[in-house]
C-alpha cells in the first residue's frame, strides 16, 4: 500500500518569501510522486514529477522538488512566492506500473500575503 | 497531455434523484478514474473504469450507489444514485495512459450540491 503524508493544512508565506510544502510519502515498491495545483473551482494540473531519473526535478511556475529516499520525503519549493501561487496543492504516489492509481495527500492551502 | 471533457461542470439536484456524469477524452486511454473530493478535502478515488467490464470499486463505494460505465476507450460515465446532501462533492475524471507519461490527467470537475 502507499500512503503520503502532507504537514501543515495550511501554509502562510509574504510574497517574495520562501515556498516549503512538505510531503513524506509510503510506499514498498519504487514510487512516482507528483505535485498537483489546483485553483479555485478548477481541475488538478501538474506541477511536476519525479520518475526514478533526476532527484531534483523542476516544474511549471518556478517550482522544484527533490525526492529523499533516505527521509522518505518530497517536498515542493519555490524561492519566490508570487500572489498568483495562491492554491492548493497536493502531493500523490503511485506505483511505477501505468494502470496504478494515484493516491493523494490531504493538501497544503497555501496562502500568500503582501 | 488528454483534454478531457466532463458534462455538467456543476448541478443542484434534488435529494433521493440520480445524476449522471459524463467524461470524454480527446484520445483513446487505457486508465479512467473516478475521485471525489469533499469539500475542503483531497481527493478520494471511487473506482477505476474499466473497459468492457464492471468498474474497480475502492473500498467504501458501491456499484449501486456509483454506477460506471465504460464503452469504449474515449468516454465514461458515473452515476451518482438515490443521492443525499452528504454526496455533495466534486466529482473528478481523471485518465491515465503509458502514451501519455506518468502523470494523470483531470477534468475540470462537477460541482454537485444536493439539496
Known amino acids: 500500500a502507499q500512503s503520503v503524508t502532507q504537514l501543515g493544512s495550511h501554509v502562510s508565506v509574504s510574497e517574495g518569501a520562501l515556498v516549503l510544502l512538505r510531503c513524506n510519502y509510503s510506499?514498498?515498491?519504487?514510487?512516482?510522486l507528483f505535485w498537483y495545483v489546483q485553483y479555485p473551482n478548477q481541475g488538478l494540473q501538474l506541477l511536476l514529477k519525479?520518475?526514478?531519473?533526476?532527484?531534483l526535478v523542476k516544474g511549471i511556475n518556478g517550482f522544484e522538488a527533490e525526492f529523499k529516499k533516505s527521509e522518505t520525503s518530497f517536498h515542493l519549493t519555490k524561492p519566490s512566492a508570487h500572489m498568483s501561487d495562491a492554491a492548493e496543492y497536493f502531493c500523490?504516489?503511485?506505483?511505477?506500473?501505468?494502470?496504478?492509481?494515484?493516491?493523494f495527500g490531504t493538501g497544503t492551502q497555501l496562502k500568500v500575503e503582501l | 497531455s488528454a483534454v478531457i471533457s466532463q458534462k455538467p461542470s456543476r448541478d443542484i439536484c434534488q435529494r433521493g434523484t440520480s445524476l449522471t456524469i459524463q467524461c470524454q477524452v480527446d484520445?483513446?486511454?487505457?486508465?479512467m478514474f473516478w475521485y471525489r473530493q469533499q469539500p475542503g478535502q483531497s481527493l478520494t478515488l471511487i473506482a477505476t473504469?474499466?473497459?468492457?467490464?464492471?468498474?474497480?470499486?475502492e473500498s467504501g463505494f458501491v456499484i449501486d450507489k456509483f454506477p460506471i460505465s465504460r464503452p469504449n476507450l474515449t468516454f465514461s460515465t458515473l452515476t451518482v444514485s438515490n443521492m443525499s446532501p452528504e454526496d455533495s462533492s466534486i466529482y473528478l475524471c481523471?485518465?491515465?495512459?503509458?502514451?501519455?507519461?506518468?502523470?494523470?490527467?483531470f477534468g475540470q470537475g462537477t460541482r454537485l450540491t444536493v439539496v
Open positions: 473504469a474499466n473497459q468492457g467490464s464492471e468498474a474497480t470499486y
Open positions: 484520445s483513446q486511454v487505457t486508465m
Open positions: 510506499s514498498s515498491v519504487p514510487p512516482y
Open positions: 519525479y520518475t526514478s531519473a533526476a532527484t
Open positions: 500523490a504516489v503511485s506505483g511505477t506500473g501505468g494502470g496504478n492509481k494515484l493516491t
Open positions: 481523471s485518465v491515465r495512459d503509458r502514451t501519455l507519461g506518468t502523470e494523470a490527467f
